[in-house]
């Protein structure tokens, strides 16, 4: 049997989220790929009672704003990745939420697809799911629209103005100016704001003026931006 590459989403924070497919991937792969010390060890922590006795492949990705340097740490996990494959060992690389929304995972699998290898994605749960659970919310209704966005893209200002629910992730250091840009268009008493959601110091806020009166810069940070309902 071929060798394959398994993108293994390991859900948000809580290792109960962890879906029965995704153990169970992990326990049959033969060599398990992580962060590497330097980069984010949450997906590691998350799953680490499965890691037992398992070999890992420690992976560093180079999280700079030089493109050229991205693309060159990507193209090299993926030739670690796919030397193992050469060997005959299946390969599940662990990455936190759903390997398909904003993973750098997804970079890694076109590149081993491309040169030919097996691969495959078990999903997980994503964090604007489970914040809007954690909420007690419905991200969309009936026929409402969801608009999945990141608060570094260049459209957001249009994408602010969509109809249906807005979530915003991957902010970072902008998270700040979104804020004030949601404040500018109107729709500051529509927005909820989860912190490392399902993680053991979660933070949930209801409002914006919540958030900015007790909140620390997290990466890990999550707001939900309801639409206009009858």
């Known amino acids: 049997m071929k060798s394959k590459l398994f993108g293994i989403g390991t859900g948000p924070g809580d290792p109960e989220l962890l879906t029965i497919k995704a153990v169970n991937t ?3 792969c033969d060599i398990i790929a992580v962060p590497e010390a330097g980069n984010d060890r949450t997906a ?13 492949l420690e ?17 090299s996990v993926a030739d670690s990745i796919t030397g193992i494959l050469e060997t005959g060992k299946d390969v599940g690389f662990i990455t936190l939420g759903d390997p398909t929304t904003y993973s750098t995972y997804m970079y890694v699998h076109k590149i081993v697809v491309g040169r030919g290898y ?5 999903p997980g749960i994503t964090s604007y799911a489970a914040a809007a659970a954690a909420f007690g919310d419905a991200l969309c209704e009936g026929s409402e629209a969801l608009t999945l966005l990141s608060g570094h893209g260049e459209n957001i200002e249009l994408l602010l103005d969509r109809p249906g629910t807005k979530v915003i992730m991957k902010s970072g250091a902008s998270f700040a100016q979104v804020l004030d840009r949601l404040k500018q268009r109107g729709h500051a008493d529509r927005v909820k704001i ?3 959601v399902t ?20 990466y890990f940070t999550v707001a939900i931006v309801k639409g206009i309902r009858d």
């Open 26 to 28: 992990i326990k049959n």
């Open 44 to 56: 590691f922590s998350i799953v680490e009672k499965y890691l037992e006795g398992k070999e890992l």
């Open 59 to 75: 992976c560093r990705f180079a999280m700079v704003h030089d493109q050229a340097k991205r693309i060159e740490s990507r193209q």
């Open 118 to 122: 097996d691969a495959e994605i078990i």
């Open 194 to 196: 989860a912190c490392r």
């Open 199 to 218: 993680m053991g110091n979660q933070r949930l806020y209801e409002s914006i003026e919540e958030y900015e009166k007790s909140a620390e810069a997290d």
